[in-house]
T-cell receptor
Framework: EPEVTQTPSHQVTQMGQEVILRCVPI?????FYWYRQILGQKVEFLVS????????KSEIFDDQFSVERPDGSNFTLKIRSTKLEDSAMYFC?????????????FGSGTQLSVL | DAKTTQPPSMDCAEGRAANLPCNHS???????VYWYRQIHSQGPQYIIH???NNETNEMASLIITEDRKSSTLILPHATLRDTAVYYC????????????FGKGTRLSVIA
């Protein structure tokens, strides 16, 4: 089965630093998502992206966050100035366009630790 | 917020059927019921979804009550690898509405 690939699997950074989390969605997929999961808590929606623009975003996705699809294959999440509370597992997901009913494929995640 | 209610945890003996319930009493006519699971800290994995008819695939069966206010996910022969958190999610099928995850049910399959 095709996979969503995320790199790196672990990222450690200092508070205030910028980080970029990378994802390669499945090749024929058109909708892209970022979710995060703080240790022991629920999986939370951050942002959805379609046709080179943000479709929807949650309250968590503030001005410190941005997403980009720079080259037609990668999908990135940038955190401009990391805070301690940004420490979490970040999941990328993608799906095809058909009917809005297609299943979502998730990557294995990037564990971000902000020190 | 999640529109579903699930028990926080369940146990199941290996080889037996695991029946995971979900209440979604406020479900609308155009909303589907989706099931995903998360094994340890991996990314969530799609299992099955349905609107009103019962559904079956290679992983599981989904039984939806006639009034659509509740459903049951059935893993017919649970294995140790089925130990995971199982999420029942209600979502409109059209457009780009994101999946909203609740706390799910932590299923422990016991040898």
């Amino acid at each position: 089965e095709p996979e969503v690939t995320q790199t790196p699997s672990h990222q450690v950074t200092q508070m205030g630093q910028e980080v970029i989390l990378r994802c390669v969605p499945i090749s024929n997929h058109l909708y892209f998502y970022w979710y995060r999961q703080i240790l022991g808590q629920k999986v939370e929606f951050l942002v959805s992206f379609y046709n080179n623009e943000i479709s929807e975003k949650s309250e968590i996705f503030d001005d410190q966050f941005s997403v980009e699809r720079p080259d037609g294959s990668n999908f990135t999440l940038k955190i401009r100035s990391t805070k301690l509370e940004d420490s979490a597992m970040y999941f990328c997901a993608s799906r095809t366009q058909r009917g809005g009913n297609e299943k979502l494929f998730f990557g294995s995640g990037t564990q971000l630790s902000v020190l | 917020d999640a529109k579903t209610t699930q028990p926080p945890s369940m146990d199941c003996a290996e080889g037996r059927a695991a029946n995971l319930p979900c209440n979604h009493s406020t479900i609308s006519g155009n909303e589907y019921v989706y099931w995903y699971r998360q094994i340890h800290s991996q990314g969530p994995q799609y299992i099955i979804h349905g609107l009103k008819n019962n559904e079956t695939n290679e992983m599981a069966s989904l039984i939806i009550t006639e009034d659509r206010k509740s459903s049951t996910l059935i893993l017919p022969h649970a294995t140790l690898r089925d130990t995971a958190v199982y999420y029942c999610i209600v979502r409109v099928a059209s457009g780009n509405t994101p999946l909203v995850f609740g706390k799910g049910t932590r299923l422990s399959v016991i040898a």
